[in-house]
């Protein structure tokens, strides 16, 4: 299973990003995909993440501003993240879970200015 994740920039607070992640390789038998981050200095953390069945959880400073959803057609995780704040400034990385294997994307830098 291969992760490729894009979307990340420069973006001012109040603003409005989608990153995306593509994955290569059984998509449809993952148990879950995830979007994580990790600021500078930081731990890496859990953004939101979502179930084989449509499963939703999210980080309480995420909840009501950031959308994780699925594309089966396309092979592809997203996250729509609004209301963006300067906290939000993280490498974001997709996480792909096949039971006890994880896998994960190279990270898309996020930088939200204030």
């Known amino acids: 299973v291969q992760l490729q994740a894009f979307g990340g920039g420069l973006v001012q607070a109040g603003g409005s990003r989608r990153l995306s992640c593509v994955i290569s390789?059984?998509?449809?038998?993952?148990?879950?995909l995830g979007w994580y981050r990790q600021a500078p200095g930081k731990q890496r953390e859990m953004v939101a993440r979502?179930?084989?069945?449509?499963?939703?959880t999210y980080a309480d400073s995420v909840l009501g501003r950031f959308t994780i959803s699925k594309d089966v057609a396309h092979d592809s995780v997203h996250l729509q993240m609004d209301r963006l704040k300067p906290e939000d400034t993280a490498v974001y990385y997709c996480?792909?879970?096949?039971?006890?294997?994880?896998?994960w994307g190279q990270g898309t830098e996020l930088t939200v200015s204030s």
């Open positions: 996480r792909a879970r096949l039971r006890t294997y994880v896998y």
């Open positions: 390789n059984s998509f449809i038998m993952l148990d879950d």
């Open positions: 979502i179930t084989r069945g449509t499963g939703t």
